[in-house]
């Protein structure tokens, strides 16, 4: 049995709205044999606060099947500036150690998963202490993300934050990146390129195995979008995702009555974009709060196009996030406000619809007209669109790289035998990183 301590501060178990990366990822992990002890946050991103039951606790132990998960106080109620940001990561990085230091059991490996820097630092401090070997997950890059969405501002700080993030990219044994755009940011540290292995997002395997048109009717029917065309966010409201543009969309299009646009999701900026709505008087703008992850699909199914946006920003090239790899598995057509990149390329590569301007609300606006005056060519995307994430960004298989990786390490410190990984690697059917 290989034992790894998984440290993230943001997890989504399966009944639980968000992310399901790590979810997954660790449920095969463990049918490949490794034990795992996952320590996290009970304080979601999306919603900041301490939920009832965690009030006046700061570890609490809980028990997912087999796994042992340990959630931990972070400091709620942080917004987009740095003081609280910083309350919030180091709070968690605080307990995290603990929980690490006196709870958790033995382990042979440590992973942890950014963001932010500080949970990275978690793991190698644990690693170190524990002396076992260290993999660093890259989600974010940082400091860069935080200074284009303008929490991190201060020269000095900037310069200590690039430091620890090739600090923890060069005492890592192995570091994972999510994007082709992470990879190479990550090796302008100077980190060999062997140690850098790309596990991109993709689709949960059971999740959009099948799709349900009479669910997907059943969504339209209660929420009253009849035979409007429906044009869906899925996803936390953030401020990186450029959003207010599909508010602004939507004003242009407010005299086209059969035109629906709905933010189905909770977030920072959620209380303003509906302001602006508000503001501008649109009735075809709607919100629907975060549901289950096991839903996604259905809704995704409902509508009739899915809205993939980003900051007008060139640091947003590198992204591929989750949720268009949920809308291509969806089977619908994509709408990306996107600057020329990563999720560009998947798009047109895959054939799967539209590319605009990213924050160009006029652009966005003519792309709903276009995808809803031709019914035939949103059916192609759709099913272009499945085919080809299905084909190649199911979960199961990009796991088995991280599995892959994992074992690597676990060999080179001698904590498993080579002729163990073979087999491993024969049951995961990929190549070495």
Known sequence: MKRLLYVTQYYASKGQPGASRHYQHIRNFMAQGYEVTLVTSYVKHRYRVIPPEYEGIKIAEERDGDLRVFKCYAYPNYGADFRTRML???????????????????????????????????????????????????????????????????????????????????????????????????LKSGVSAQKVVLVPNGVDDDLFATLSQERAQAIREQYGWGDRFVAIYAGTLAASDGLFSIVRAGAALAHYQDILIVFLGDGEVKVKLQALAQELGLDNVAFISSQPKAQVPDFVSAADVCLVPVKNDPFFAMTLPNKLFDYLAGGRPIIGAVPPGEAQRLIETAGAGLVVPPEDELSLAAALLEMRDHPERRAVYGRNGREYVMKHYLRSILASKLIAAMDHVLQESGAIEPKEMAHELGRHNVSTP
């Open 88 to 186: 919030n990561y180091l709070s968690f990085m605080f307990y995290a150690l603990i929980t690490g230091l006196f709870k958790a059991s033995s382990s042979d490996l440590v992973l942890a998963s950014s963001p932010s820097l500080f949970v990275g630092l978690t793991g190698y401090l644990l690693s170190r202490i524990r002396r076992v070997p260290f993999i660093f997950e890259v989600r974010d890059l940082w400091p860069e993300t935080a200074v284009v969405m303008g929490s991190l501002r201060n020269p000095f700080m900037i310069r200590m934050a690039t430091w620890l993030a090739y600090f923890l990219y060069r005492r890592a044994d192995r570091v994972i990146a999510v994007t082709e755009g992470i990879r190479d940011g990550i």
